[in-house]
């Protein structure tokens, strides 16, 4: 969309044909005695302790789960252990030249890079340095363990913490690097450069794309590799994430320092198998995976297949393609061959590929080969290595030792604190800025035309006089979401939103609209058509430390990004025992006139996800205040917005919406209307409806209603709804989220409970009907109207003399609507 940009067509719609960059396979070809003068010694034999070490512990937790003992010491380890026996060669090889600034994101077989990382840091990493790691690492529970009666150097305790710390974790104990809340396919270790490990197949794809993008924004140092299974490359993270890092306009748009490709590679452990299925000539149509690289951008990602069963060739490719990330010719794709000896995990018995196949990969160890190698250069000899071996499996008898018993490593005690892991779903944190330093802006904020014209409006929707200023003078509620969203811009330096049409179009429903002459493109862009991608790449960028505003422009499309909204977003917090916060506040745009696609509100989908922070808005005052509170947090919120009220004025709040800051907390409710016969409580922009409905209830039947805003669905302070309870008796729930599984059905059961003697009625829900939404024209008949409200307050919580039903809520007709399912 940019204007700079002209696309000619006399020059677009020219013949010509595409050809594609080679994509080398295996081309590493050096010996062992040509590479001996580029490694030290210690260097070279380093790389076979690390993958022996990998060996050793894979083999130890495979011993643990079919058999329940390892090397005589018993254990029943009911968690998952999905092993990557065979594939050292990869992890040790990527990890060779990576120091702690470097991250890497894994998968739910990734124990095997969290070591090979974790040893490269410890060998990078100075004396000092990995005292105060482990000293300050969740205030030295995890080093407290490995250092009694340690009598090694700082290097060997670190390898004693490292192996203790992931085994620990994958136990489930409170002394692991996760406090024992990720757990095997979860584990990681940030002070190392290890970053989360996922269960979800792919779901790394995105996520490290997020982290490049802070590298990127906030120029830091290091680069990101994304360790992704085979098998994944069908899933649409990964996909959708490599489209995003590929944007040309990091190329042509962003300027500067910020000019170049995302330091990424996605490194596809290539183990030639999905479960049982079989990639390469089965569930794939790529035959080798380092062509997909042709597809994504002109230079085909700089892709190339890597023998990944010689260390010394993965160390090479990764030696050269780090070159071109400094170049800022990111993203990269390798593509690294290895195998799995075991199977998807302990309890797969790999009935789906030959006893052949497993023995003929058996026969190319790369451990085996690559100790042959070293013998043969003389560059350790046999005892040396059998010597290696030996003490690394005491260091595992001695970290497992340890990692079973109770009372050294002990799991949460969830009776002696039963509100341990609930206190850590949210950090709850408060925070101006994520980092220290000038924000990068185009002008001072009270230049810019759009600040200057707000200034102009009236910030109350009526006069003096009651009278309704013209929309063109009022304040509106998008009003209050710019305000909000341009103050945080010039306090945090590493905020960033994007989003579809974000950028020159001034976002869809006109909010960002000022914010593209006041920020450069690497503050506020247009991503691609992605969903997955721009929550998948917010979860990466705050959790590497950044503050991120994703916007998904209708609410209907968070189907679009399931996994990351419902799977990642809301438990990294907790899984990582709040090593890792979550500052992203995801605006999710609810519609109306566009049909079944684009009408719905789903806000019940994401309140049932423990995790987020949820809020609705349905006023200036409340949503400027709301944002406020979303952007100072460090937590995840779901910021929903109605696409029919963003023109909205300020009506409520009688000193209008103030231009200076303030917040308004999560979880409080707002009394809207005053009353004492009935309380109706509303969600979103059927306040406006709830207010309609208020008015004729006093108007022709007398009744005076008290019309409560929730404003927030998680966290929920019904406090103020029982103290309204206690004046009116009766209550009525009503938002534009169908009724069945409404949220509003949990708020009206936790009403019951808690306010049981208060009621004179049950309380009674009024949602949008069970149906797809019709179009504009028909949407009074789907979405709560005060029609609505007045029937079911007549039919089923008092009779309103003289009241003709129009729409009915009998008993009959709710259960005719229920066996239809409708």
């Known amino acids: 969309m940019p204007k700079c940009q002209f696309i000619d067509p006399s020059e ?68 998952p252990a999905h092993l990557s026996i065979g594939q050292e060669s990869a992890a040790v090889g990527m990890a060779f030249h990576l120091s702690v600034d470097d991250f890497i994101f894994g998968s739910h077989r990734s124990h095997g890079e969290i070591l090979a990382k974790g040893m490269s840091a410890i060998n990078k990493l100075n004396d000092e340095q990995l005292n105060d790691i482990m000293k300050n690492f969740f205030e030295g529970a995890t080093l407290n363990i490995v250092s009694k009666n340690h009598d090694g150097d700082i290097r060997a305790l670190a390898r004693k913490f490292l192996v203790y710390g992931t085994l620990a974790e994958i136990f489930a104990r409170e002394t692991g690097f996760n406090k024992g809340l990720g757990g095997s396919m979860h584990a990681f270790f940030t002070p190392f450069g290890v970053y989360p490990n996922n269960a979800i197949v792919g779901g790394s794809g995105d996520i490290a794309v997020g982290a490049a993008l802070y590298k990127k924004v906030n120029q830091k140092k290091g680069i990101v590799v994304a360790n992704i299974g085979d098998a994944s490359m069908a899933c649409g993270p990964v996909w959708e994430g490599m489209s995003f890092a590929a944007m040309d306009q990091f190329e042509e748009l962003w300027e500067g320092a910020h000019k170049g490709g995302l330091p990424i590679i996605f490194n596809i452990m290539n183990n030639q198998y999905g479960m049982g299925g079989q990639t390469s000539g089965e569930t794939m149509g790529y035959d080798i995976a380092a062509r997909i690289g042709a597809g994504v951008n002109r230079d085909s990602m700089h892709a190339e297949r890597v023998d990944g069963y010689n260390p010394l060739a993965v160390v090479d490719a990764y030696k050269r393609k780090m070159e071109l990330l400094k170049e800022k010719k990111g993203p990269i794709l390798l593509d690294v061959l290895t195998y799995r000896y075991s199977g998807h995990s302990p309890s797969d018995a790999s009935s789906y590929r030959s006893k052949e196949e497993i023995e003929a990969w058996e026969s190319h160890d790369s451990i085996v080969d690559y100790g042959k190698e070293l013998i043969a250069e003389g560059i350790a000899s046999q005892e040396d290595l059998d010597a290696m071996k030996s003490d690394i499996t005491e260091l595992m008898k001695y970290a497992m030792t340890l990692a079973i018993d109770d009372e050294v490593s002990p799991r949460m005690d969830l009776n002696k604190h039963p509100e341990i892991i609930g206190d850590m779903m949210f950090s709850n944190g408060s925070e101006d800025k994520m980092e220290d330093r000038p924000v990068d802006v185009n002008h001072p904020m009270e230049e810019n035309p759009r600040v200057q014209q707000i200034a102009k409006k009236e910030r109350f929707a009526m006069d003096k006089d009651g009278k309704p200023f013209s929309k063109l003078k009022q304040y509106q509620l998008r009003d209050g979401l710019f305000e909000a969203i341009i103050d945080r811009f010039y306090k945090d330096p590493t905020l960033v939103a994007y989003g579809e049409e974000n950028r020159d179009w001034g976002g869809a429903f006109a909010v960002y609209r000022g914010l593209t002459e006041a920020l450069p493109y690497h503050r506020l862009f247009n991503s691609p058509i992605a969903e997955a991608a721009i929550v998948g790449t917010a979860i990466g960028y705050a959790m590497c430390g950044g503050r991120v505003i994703p916007e998904i422009m209708y609410c209907d499309f968070l189907g679009r990004c399931g996994d990351e909204v419902f799977n990642q977003l809301p438990k990294w917090q907790a899984m990582s025992g709040n090593v890792i916060k979550m500052p992203v506040v995801l605006r999710v745009s609810v519609g109306s006139k566009y049909g079944a696609q684009h009408s719905q509100d789903w806000s019940s989908l994401v309140a049932h996800i423990p995790g987020l922070k949820v809020c609705f808005p349905a006023t200036p005052y409340d949503a400027k205040g709301l944002m406020n509170s979303a952007l100072q947090g460090t937590d995840p919120v779901i910021f929903f917005e109605s696409q029919r009220i963003y023109d909205i004025g300020e009506q409520f709040h009688t000193e209008g919406v103030p231009e200076g800051y303030y917040e308004i907390p999560f979880g409080e409710a707002d009394v809207k209307r005053e009353g004492k016969d009935i309380t109706i409580l509303s969600i979103g922009a059927t306040l406006y409806r709830a207010l309609e409905a208020a008015e004729e209830l006093e108007e022709k039947h007398g009744m005076s209603a008290e019309v409560i805003d929730a404003r927030s669905l998680v966290p929920f302070n019904y406090e103020l709804v029982i103290e309204s309870l206690k004046k009116t008796g009766r209550i009525l729930l009503t938002s534009d989220a169908s009724e069945r599984g409404s949220y509003l059905k949990d708020m009206a059961q936790r009403i019951t409970e808690l306010a049981f003697d208060e009621l004179d009625a049950p309380p009674v829900v009024v949602g949008s009907r069970n149906w797809i939404t019709p179009a504009y024209e028909l949407e009074e008949y789907f979405f709560p109207c005060k029609e609505w409200m007045i029937d079911a307050i007549h039919e089923k919580i008092v009779p309103l003399k003289g009241h003709s039903v129009k729409n009915n809520f009998t008993n009959a007709e709710i259960i005719r609507r229920s066996k239809l399912g409708i």
């Open 12 to 79: 677009v719609r020219k013949s010509s044909t595409l050809k594609f960059k080679d994509i080398p396979v295996n081309a590493y070809n050096k010996t062992m005695k040509e590479e001996k003068s580029n490694y030290s010694k210690e260097q070279l034999i380093g790389i076979y302790h690390d993958m022996a070490l990998i060996r050793e512990f894979e083999t130890m937790i495979n011993e643990i789960k079919i058999r329940g003992e390892y090397e005589g010491i018993a254990y029943n380890h009911p968690g």
